[in-house]
């Protein structure tokens, strides 16, 4: 596609429920990005990937967070036994190459509110 | 945690004024880039320097670096109310291909 799309726009999810955030990167984008963006904050950093290979988790906030690209190309995010502190904005990012020569191109993101 | 850190945290100007927002980070970095934000959306990358340049434009857009004290500005000419947004300056932190992003300047430009 043109861009980055990520799914869900919007999920609501009861605490303690597990979800999965869908991320499809730009056709091609070797490298792949994950953050968390809470209300009024800039994006942290969660995770990173070069084609299928996860190089950086070092962002995850626990061990309910897991993420994977097993293809090298769609990336899933999955939150288990979701809590309230999880409620925020996570967006996808994808590039060409690294970050040093090469801007990001971010999805709309997922905003996920755990009630 | 977070690299950078912008200043001022909210600026408010009238349509075709200039808007000038700093950032300063912590670590040596490779470059340094700046991303806009409008409310509910992703994103948008906007300009890129590189550690050994100083000054960048693009557009009504100027970049400055200054590595010795670890910080930059952005200068937004002749504003106009469709450039209300947040935007955020980000680096390379320990050269590797993550980029950290900054706490944010939003800008909102009255018509």
């Known amino acids: 596609g043109a861009g980055v799309s990520q799914s869900p726009r919007y999920k609501v999810a009861k605490r303690g429920q597990d979800v999965a955030l869908r991320c499809d990167p730009i056709s091609g984008h070797v490298s792949l990005f994950w953050y968390q963006q809470a209300l009024g904050q800039g994006p942290e950093f969660l995770t990173y990937f070069q084609n299928e290979a996860q190089l950086d988790k070092s962002g995850l906030p626990s061990d309910r967070f897991f993420a994977e690209r097993p293809e090298g190309s769609v990336s899933t995010l999955k939150i288990q036994r979701t809590q309230q502190e999880d409620s925020a904005v996570y967006l996808c990012?994808?590039?060409?190459?690294?970050?040093?020569?090469?801007?990001?191109?971010f999805g709309s993101g997922t905003r996920l509110t755990v009630v | 945690s977070q690299q950078g850190e912008e200043d001022p945290q909210a600026l408010s100007i009238q349509e075709g004024e200039n808007a000038t927002m700093n950032c300063s980070y912590k670590?040596?970095?490779?470059?340094l880039q700046w991303y806009r934000q409008n409310s509910g959306r992703g994103l948008v990358h906007l300009i890129l320097?590189?550690?050994?340049?100083r000054e960048k434009h693009s557009g009504r857009l100027r970049v400055t670096l200054d590595t010795s004290k670890k910080s930059s500005s952005l200068l937004i000419t002749a504003s106009r109310a469709a450039d209300t947004a947040s935007y955020f300056c980000a680096t390379d932190a320990d050269r590797t291909d993550k980029l950290i992003f900054g706490t944010g300047t939003r800008l909102q430009v009255f018509p």
């Open positions: 320097i590189r550690s050994n340049e």
């Open positions: 990012a994808s590039s060409l190459g690294g970050a040093r020569d090469y801007g990001y191109t």
């Open positions: 670590t040596s970095i490779n470059n």
